[in-house]
């Protein structure tokens, strides 16, 4: 039906798993903001079902799409302090007290958007000629389109604290630090596309 290939139906049953039991515990909670990024994680994972012949993604790609949806709704669902704290606002490493880095958040950007520059390769790839085109230009083009998703993870969260207010997600520096960890995470995964 969903033209899943070899090793893909483990990977999808496990996100639907974890959307499920996270969508208990956010309605349970009232977060109607994190219901809302179930809605938009369950919609690309209809995306990728949906052209998943047509591109070929490979598993590891869609497992690392399963990491980072599991680790965006342990971020807001794993709770601290008596439920006072999210996941996504402790510190994993201090290395500024002034812009409180380095967070969950940042990892959690930092893998995404590797992830989400792994797949806009996928999506590229077989329309353009690899062997034609210098590293250095494919890297931008590759980069920027894994930046121009999470372009849209931050209109998304902009969007959030529009229409659910106490969202917690954070002012400008918030989207400023959110759009450089992207930029390590497209670059990382440049790296890995240039190494392989």
Not at 54 to 72: A, D, E
């Amino acid at each position: 039906m969903f033209n899943l290939k070899k090793g893909q139906r483990i990977i999808f049953l496990i996100n639907i798993i974890y959307l499920i039991i996270f969508l208990i515990i956010f309605l349970g909670r009232r977060n109607y903001e994190f219901v809302g990024y179930i809605v938009v994680v369950s919609l690309i994972l209809i995306l990728i079902l949906w052209t998943n012949k047509k591109v070929n993604y490979p598993n590891f790609v869609l497992w690392g799409l399963t990491l980072w949806g599991l680790m965006l709704m342990c971020g807001g669902g794993v709770l601290f302090n008596n439920g006072t704290i999210k996941l996504y606002a402790i510190i994993l490493i201090p290395l500024s007290a002034e812009y409180n880095i380095f967070r969950y958040d940042q990892l959690v950007h930092i893998v995404g958007f590797a992830v989400s520059t792994l797949i806009m390769f996928a999506i590229l790839k077989s329309h353009i000629n690899f062997k034609s085109k210098g590293k250095a230009a494919l890297g931008i083009v590759i980069i920027m389109a894994g930046l121009g998703v999470g372009a849209v993870n931050e209109i998304i969260e902009f969007t959030a604290t529009v229409l659910v207010p106490e969202t917690g997600v954070g002012g400008y520096i918030n989207n400023s630090l959110d759009l450089v960890s992207d930029l390590f995470g497209a670059i990382i995964a440049w790296a890995y596309i240039v190494i392989k």
